[in-house]
């Protein structure tokens, strides 16, 4: 094909120097927009007929236009002009009678650049953050001859090419606008760089006025509440975060705690303020700033700082004593703050008096007292003390509990005797007391006899008890028990006696069993038995009795009729026992017809003589000699002789 080219150049200019006939195309160098009605013109010069015209493309393609020839032209008319119609177009003619062919080329070049460039997100531009700012040529042929320039102040800040093959160029201009660069102008001009394209074509530019608004700060608090219950002496910290601004400036207003701001991402920062050990200067308000350009956004949250660190202690004023007032004091410490502290004293669940504590700035102990006036049912009763400390929803609770122990001297003292009082001799006996004293003291069991008290058993408690295993008449008495405690002391007492018939009868005769006509005798009786017995003495051979309480007698001015056997009986409602003995009485020489013995006798018969009674309480009739002997003196019938052994 070239060398056909070649061939057919060789005879146009070969034409053209032999003949005076001449063709031209016009236009020459065509360089037709799309879209518009184009031409292309053959036209043969000096013939002398009709000229014969034909068209055709180099490359053999369809030339999407149809000829109009008339005697000396043809004009190929192209309705709208395409990219496609791009080609080398000859036109050949022949002059009518003539032998010679004529024909012309020339190369269609085709463009498009119809519309400005259109520039957008110009009008919502973020400061400090990359933003990318967008132009758009379209319908551009041919692309690769276009430049995209973007200009600011006057100069190029970025610049684009087009390539081959595409329609459209867009140009992304990326940056970071400060926010001061509203209102400033941005240009993107294209430029279609062909040759032949008049000036005022190749050019197009669209300029805008940039508006930049400040980010969108985004501020957070962590923790996220607007109110933060806060333990004095915990510690804490405050996170205060920024999203949507690239570097901004995050500051906790009015503190004295350490910040340290450090950056997340591009776009999140945070500024931690702490960690701290909280203390009450940190209740109030915490602010944090977020300044991003000329913007400032804050968020607060309130430390509500509180102060409960303990249980309540409890104090008693003294011991509860029945019928004293106690106080009973509640007392929490170092609490803070104290208007929202609420004491309660409780017994179960009934409230006893409460109080609220009033405003203070600092530390402060509260108490409450109730006096306490204790029955002894009131006994193990348990009083709560409930400390509540309430700030907005947040309730702290912390009690303490103390049990009465009621105190009172004894009472209720009971001695119990088993089997029962009285007792046989021989049985066994178990003497209980039993009484009832707070705090317990001791419990003591004696027995008194004679006026003396001998302790039996103490035990340490509210009871004690003894058993004899094996009682005698000696076992009989007066049982106390005395029950004792700080307060002071209750005493009961029961009486035992031990009943036993007479027995161990034994017999003194004083000075001697045998006298002198006209003598005084004693006869002491000593011998076991409860309830004392009747003491009965006779002369066996007589039959008459003489009774003594005591078991003394006395037998004054004896003569010999009085010699003789004697009998002691001891009875009691157990039985009786006998005792016999002799006495002897030698008649005296001179003694005469005076008989002092029936003179006895007679005393006695008369009941003159005499039965001293002594100790009303005698429980064993066990005298010894010397008391027998005081006995009958002390009741001024006889004159003891001197020398009695
Ligand atoms: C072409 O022909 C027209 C008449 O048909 C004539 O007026 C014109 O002069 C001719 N042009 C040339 C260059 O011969
Ligand atoms: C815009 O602000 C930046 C700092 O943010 C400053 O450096 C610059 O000079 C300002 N430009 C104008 C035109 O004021
Ligand atoms: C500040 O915070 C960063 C990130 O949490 C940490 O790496 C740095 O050690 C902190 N600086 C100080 C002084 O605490
Ligand atoms: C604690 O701070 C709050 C404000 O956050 C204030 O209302 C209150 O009075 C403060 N309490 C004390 C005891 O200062
Ligand atoms: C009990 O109260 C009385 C009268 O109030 C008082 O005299 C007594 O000392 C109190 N007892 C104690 C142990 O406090
Ligand atoms: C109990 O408290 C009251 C008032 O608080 C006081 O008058 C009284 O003396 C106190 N009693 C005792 C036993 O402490
Ligand atoms: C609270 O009680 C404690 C212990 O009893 C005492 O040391 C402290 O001084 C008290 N504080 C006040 C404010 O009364
Ligand atoms: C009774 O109590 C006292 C003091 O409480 C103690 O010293 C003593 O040993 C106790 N006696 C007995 C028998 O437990
Ligand atoms: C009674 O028994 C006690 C021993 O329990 C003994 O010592 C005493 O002598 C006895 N008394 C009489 C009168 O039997
Ligand atoms: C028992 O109490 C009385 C007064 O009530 C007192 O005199 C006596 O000493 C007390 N006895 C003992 C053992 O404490
Ligand atoms: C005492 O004497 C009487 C008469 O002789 C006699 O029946 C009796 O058994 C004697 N009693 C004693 C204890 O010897
Ligand atoms: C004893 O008896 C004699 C003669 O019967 C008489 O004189 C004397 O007074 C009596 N003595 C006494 C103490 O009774």
Redesign the pocket.
Known sequence: MASVLHFLLQLILCYTAVSSQTMELIPKKPLFRVGDRQELTCRVNQCSGTAKFSWGSVQDRPMYANPQSSTNKSTLVFKSVQEIIENTIVCKAQCEGQSRNMQAKVKIRVYSFPNDPVVSGFDSLVSRKENTLTCKVSDVYPAEYMTVEWLRGGKVVHTQEGEHGIKSIQSNYIFKPQLNDTGESIICRATLNLDDLPQEERTRETTVSMAVLPPPVLVSLQPDSSFIPLERGSSMNLFCKSSGCPDPHINWKNVRHQQNQSSIDSEESVNQLGPWTVDLED???FICEVECDSVVKSKRT????FSFPSDPTIEISGPFLEGNVTNLTCTVHDI??VDCFHIQWMYGERELQSIHGD???KLQNLSLTIPIKPKDSDQHKTFTCKVSLKIGDHLVQKTASTTLEVHYSPKHTTIDVRPQKQLNEGETVTISCQTDSAPEGQVTLSRVWNGEKTKLVSSNGTQTSFSISYTNVSHSGIYVCEAVNRYGNQTEEVQITVQAPPRNISVAVYPSNEVYEGETITVCCQLVSFPPSKIALRKLDNGKHIYSMDGTFLLVNLTANNSGMYQITATNALGFQNKNFTINVIRKENSSTDNPGSSVLNRIDLNNFIIPVIGVGVLATVISTLDCIRRSKRKGFYEMTEGIP
Do not use: A
């Not at 309130?302 to 700082?305: G, T």
């Open positions: 209740n109030g308000t309130e430390l509500k700082v803070f703050p405003f203070s700035d």
